[in-house]
């Protein structure tokens, strides 16, 4: 049961203490969180020390040349994120009794996932209502769940290597990883390679390409053909690790079906091994404690149908 106190606590406290909060951890400083709402030093730090007074707990770690959110802080950063979420969602749900529907769906995405099923659950909604916008932001997989978890975006897209806490997954599509070499590089071309002519190449790869990352298994498959341990390009960026490879830095990891284009036009080649690819699941991440605004639940329900009728078998890409 509560205690008195913290019966009252929503009652008494100023939540606009809450949003400067937030903007001094997500700028790093109370100078630089004065700046970004237009105020003076003094009053930020004078907010904080009234919030703290307010929690009972010491949520800034401030000594000279040092600035540290505690654990307490970060906790209750996180609250503050969903709550701000939640606020932000308002203007669409009141517009929920609209006739035709309207507003707005934001997804953040990894950026190695491409999928002709996501785009055309993406062509028909627009399809069917064309009052509803966009936003899509790219992110490394981590920083997704990330967002979805803090209610910052309608959905996600992403690479998993665990069920995170407190986000509904679900897989929409799997992909297959294999090696492979630009124009330039000694083994273009060749249809003769045995997997021990790859050993010690240099290689390029993606950020999350590590051991009991979301592309774990791709590191794996680098080490199976006796690539050179230090790398020699990273991004975490499809388009660059694609980049990277053709510009003949180093032999890359790229899903088959996205790199099967470039293949045809000569600018990749496939390099063993060719079987036993690792596979990865692409999945769309929700946020259970999210109240999903009309277009939401619509956009939600088409992706459900899509998962519900597609076997697994067509949405895996080989």
Same mark, same amino acid.
Not at 170 to 181: H, N, P, S, T, W
Not at 248 to 266: C, E, F, S, W
């Given at each position: ?64 040349? !040092? ?7 970060? &906790? ?47 062509? &028909? ?64 071309? !060749? ?124 949405? &895996?890409?080989?």
């Amino acid at each position: 049961m509560l205690k008195p106190y913290e019966q009252r606590f929503p009652w008494n406290l100023d939540w606009n203490l809450l949003r400067t909060f937030m903007v001094v951890v997500e700028q790093r400083g109370i100078s630089k969180a004065a700046d970004f709402l237009g105020l003076k030093q003094p009053t930020i730090s004078s907010a904080l020390k009234r919030l703290e007074d307010a929690t009972g707990r010491q949520l800034i770690d401030r000594k000279p040349n !040092r600035f540290a959110v505690t654990d307490a802080g970060q &906790t209750l950063y996180a609250e503050c994120a969903n709550i701000f979420g939640a606020v932000s969602q308002l203007p669409q749900l009141l517009a929920a009794e609209e006739e035709e529907l309207s507003g707005h769906i934001s997804i953040v995405m990894t950026s190695h996932v491409v999928s002709p099923h996501f785009d055309k659950v993406l062509e &028909t909604f627009a399809q069917r209502h064309p009052k509803v916008t966009y936003s899509m932001v790219v992110e490394e997989s981590t920083e997704v769940a990330v967002r979805i978890r803090q209610n910052q975006a309608s959905f996600g897209i992403c690479l998993l290597s665990e069920q995170p806490k407190n986000i509904d997954a679900r897989v929409m599509c799997r992909e297959f990883f294999a090696l492979y070499c630009g124009p330039r590089h000694r083994l273009f071309g !060749r249809n003769d390679i045995a997997l021990s002519d790859l050993k010690g190449e240099a290689s390029v790869s993606f950020q999350t390409e590590i051991e009991g990352g979301p592309l774990g298994s791709v590191a794996q498959l680098r080490d199976r053909a006796g690539l050179a341990a230090n790398l020699r390009g990273v991004s975490s960026n499809l388009s660059e690790v694609r980049r990277l490879t053709m510009a003949n830095i180093g032999i890359g990891a790229l899903p088959v079906h996205v790199a099967k284009r470039d293949v045809q036009l000569g600018q990749l080649w496939q390099l063993p091994p060719y079987s036993q690819l690792p596979m990865v699941e692409i999945y769309l991440l929700t946020n259970p404690r999210r109240s999903l605004s009309p277009p939401e639940a619509a956009f939600l329900a088409l992706i459900d149908e899509l998962i519900l009728s597609v076997p697994m078998d067509e949405r &895996t890409y080989s």
